[in-house]
């Protein structure tokens, strides 16, 4: 499989997680979204959303990291992301897709961009706004993961929801948001990030961070 | 089971649509949004997000319109919304994903209030706004469903895809988007709306709209 990727997109990021926990190898081309090589003919010819990631496996080119988790575990069932109770599907579905659909659009560069060009917004604004909207998503997902009584993941094991979880939260993170009062979040990122899939999914370990500590 | 909703919440119709397809009976419980009945205490103990669509079913509240969409076709196999075929999945969630993850938030109430107050923007920029986004995913959508040689409906029937593309187009149509170079839209439009399922699910049709013809 080849991941088109950035390193510090969340949802490139999500996918490197997917495939880690999954134990599929892949080779990460990195897509520079600063140069806006995803919006040229060559790239937009494979995936017209513009947009990564992009998967190449099994001679399809797929994009949408959520469909794109959703097809890798139906496709390689082995090393689940997703539990196998109904119950227990819907509810790390409930609190992934209230991030992937209510939080990462307002956040995401296309966005920020548009609210600094043509709406004439101050990077102050920008801010205010990145975070007002991470505490009205993340706020509602700690209150669940308190009802559920979570421990250091959702279950037994990262899956589905710490795919979406922690690239939300290393984003976060770059803008400074406080997570004081959101223990539950910050004891699932604690607990991922000593795994080694997800250090190895990192942005910081990323081959096209310019910053990385070689 | 029963269904906690606003007749023009995208969200809601969703699953208006999706338990019609589906054929399973259910209550429809009007949430007065415009007076933010959604944000109160007896609501949001049951179902933190403070949004709409909940579903009450088999002693439990859900919410999330996706997950509940993923969890009613697992929950209930019968004349199921995803095909079967692994890939047609992918093609399905792909496309449907989209709009729910890149396209809803930025159109959803609570952004649009936002750019109003505090941001001080006017009615024409925020219509500008809905329209610079509807654009930006639709156009690669129509594009996928030319590359795909779609007919009335994504596949033989209507079913994951068009429970989420038909509430994004009535929005679309309520703010005079332009659909003039995306016949594959109108046509899968067309032929939903002229079915009973798609035309019960419709908010015109809907108890609390104070419009509807009686």
């Given amino acids: 499989m080849k991941l088109y990727g950035y390193y510090r997109s ?3 990021y999500r996918l490197r997680i997917a495939l880690e926990l999954k134990g599929i190898a892949f080779e990460n081309i990195p897509v520079n979204l600063l140069q806006s090589e995803q919006k040229g003919a060559a790239y937009t010819s494979r995936n017209p959303f513009g947009s990564v990631p992009m998967l190449e496996a099994d001679g399809r080119d797929r994009a949408q990291s959520m469909a794109l988790i959703e097809w890798l575990d139906e496709a390689h069932p082995e090393r689940p992301l997703l539990p196998a109770d109904l119950e227990d599907r819907y509810t790390a579905r409930e609190l992934a897709y209230a991030i992937a659909t209510e939080l990462h659009a ?4 296309p966005v920020l961009k548009y609210l600094k060009n043509p709406l004439g917004h101050s990077q102050d604004e920008i801010d205010t706004w990145y975070r007002h909207w991470l505490a009205r ?3 509602p997902v700690e209150q669940r993961l308190a009802q559920l009584g979570t421990g250091d993941f959702l279950f037994d094991r990262p899956g589905f929801f710490e795919v979406v979880l922690l690239p939300q939260v290393y ?5 400074s948001f406080d997570f004081g009062d959101k223990p539950h979040i910050e004891r699932i990122e604690a607990a991922c990030l000593a795994l080694p899939e997800f250090q190895r999914a990192h942005p910081d370990n990323q081959p096209d961070n310019p910053e ?3």
Avoid: D, E
Wanted: hydrophobic fraction near 30%.
């Fill in 212 to 214: 990385r500590s070689q």
């Fill in 171 to 175: 984003n976060a993170r770059r803008f």
């Fill in 10 to 12: 969340s949802t490139s």
């Fill in 137 to 139: 998503t993340l706020g």
């Fill in 106 to 109: 307002p956040l995401n560069l």
